[in-house]
Nanobody, 121 residues
Framework: QLSFVESGGGLVQPGESLRLSCAAS????????IGWFRQAPGKEREGVSCTGNSDGRPYYADSVKGRFTISKDGSTNTVYLQMDSLKPDDTAVYYC??????????????WGQGTQVTVSS
């Protein structure tokens, strides 16, 4: 199983950017899709982006398309989430996990501790 450590969250104003990092440990990093999920207060955890999807392209939730970009660096076992044009609705704790599209595959890796993103003026 993979394990993850998320970082890069913070407090930003609407319209600003953040880049989240997900450092993975485990020997299967190169063979699985890894992505980002988020959970806002009082809401269920939702899929944000995943490097793997049924159409062969990265998955993005409709709410983040055109603003967020996911990337994977096999040399450092790190997955990044570049978040631009942030909105207050993006406020949440962000987690990474093994995934396929919007679905977490927790049999292949446990949740990390998450990183808090707060977008507020």
């Amino acid at each position: 199983q993979l394990s993850f450590v998320e970082s890069g969250g913070g407090l930003v104003q609407p319209g600003e950017s953040l880049r989240l990092s997900c450092a993975a440990s485990g020997h299967t990093f190169d063979y699985v899709a890894i992505g980002w999920f988020r959970q806002a207060p009082g809401k269920e955890r939702e899929g944000v982006s995943c490097t793997g999807n049924s159409d062969g392209r990265p998955y993005y939730a409709d709410s983040v398309k055109g603003r967020f970009t996911i990337s994977k660096d096999g040399s450092t076992n790190t997955v990044y989430l570049q978040m631009d044009s942030l909105k207050p609705d993006d406020t949440a704790v962000y987690y990474c996990a093994v995934c396929w599209g919007a679905t977490p595959l927790t049999d292949f890796g446990s949740w990390g501790q998450g990183t808090q993103v707060t977008v507020s003026s």
